[in-house]
């Protein structure tokens, strides 16, 4: 694998912001995406960054550092819906290393 | 509307039988993948296929087996040699190359009883 490493849970309070972060080994790296899951569903995508910097897509962004072999996804005004694991992906030599999830929590 | 499909939803297995999971696009995708996905754990490749009639092994393709016959289509047999089957599995597809990422399939849980 590519170790990538994002924390396991985090519980977040309706209408705060959360940031989950990402990261991977930069060898051969071609993307980073991040996807949305509930239990028992497909992944959804919610983002993808190839270059450094930040990726705005209404409520929710996304960062990359090349160079560092890091990222963030940041969810503004939380809902209780955003509750979900959030997958990242890394992108090397065409194909996909998943990290294990992050699974978010947002309570009343 | 386009979209991946697998089925069934649901599937028990037992001990000793082979059970095959469907995955069907329409998306007119090149690229076409196969993940286990186990409680606390990322999602593990199993096999994958870039064009029709080839495929590969992925990370644990160890008691499995797939087929790819037609564009459309990649079903993942898992075969009594895989010891531990009980999982989420997950189909998706991709253009090949793409830096679009994947479209997932709704997923099979596999029982064994």
């Known amino acids: 694998g590519q170790n990538i490493d994002q924390p396991t849970e985090m519980t977040a309070t309706e209408g705060a912001i959360v940031q989950i972060n990402c990261t991977y080994q930069?060898?051969?790296?071609?993307?980073l995406f991040w996807y949305q899951q509930h239990a028992g569903e497909a992944p959804t995508f919610l983002s993808y960054?190839?270059?450094?910097g930040l990726e705005e897509k209404g409520r929710f962004s996304s960062f990359l550092s090349r160079s560092k072999g890091y990222s963030y996804l940041l969810l503004k005004e939380l809902q209780m819906k955003d509750s979900a694991s959030y997958l990242c992906a890394a992108l090397h030599f065409n194909k996909f290393y998943f990290g294990s999830g992050t699974k978010l929590n947002v309570k009343p | 509307d386009g979209g991946i499909t697998q089925s069934p939803k649901y599937l028990f297995r037992k001990e000793g039988q082979n059970v095959t999971l469907s995955c069907e696009q329409n998306l007119n995708h090149d690229a076409m993948y196969w993940y286990r996905q186990d409680p606390g754990q990322g999602l593990r490749l199993i096999y994958y296929s870039q064009i029709v009639n080839d495929f590969q092994k992925g990370d644990i393709a160890e008691g499995y087996s797939v087929s790819r016959e037609k564009k459309e289509s990649f079903p993942l047999t898992v075969t009594s040699a895989q010891k531990n089957p009980t999982a989420f599995y997950l189909c998706?597809?991709?253009?090949?190359?793409?830096?679009?990422?994947?479209?997932f399939g709704s997923g099979t849980r596999l029982t064994v009883v």
């Open positions: 960054n190839v270059l450094d």
């Open positions: 998706a597809s991709s253009i090949r190359d793409s830096d679009y990422g994947y479209t």
């Open positions: 930069t060898s051969g790296f071609n993307g």
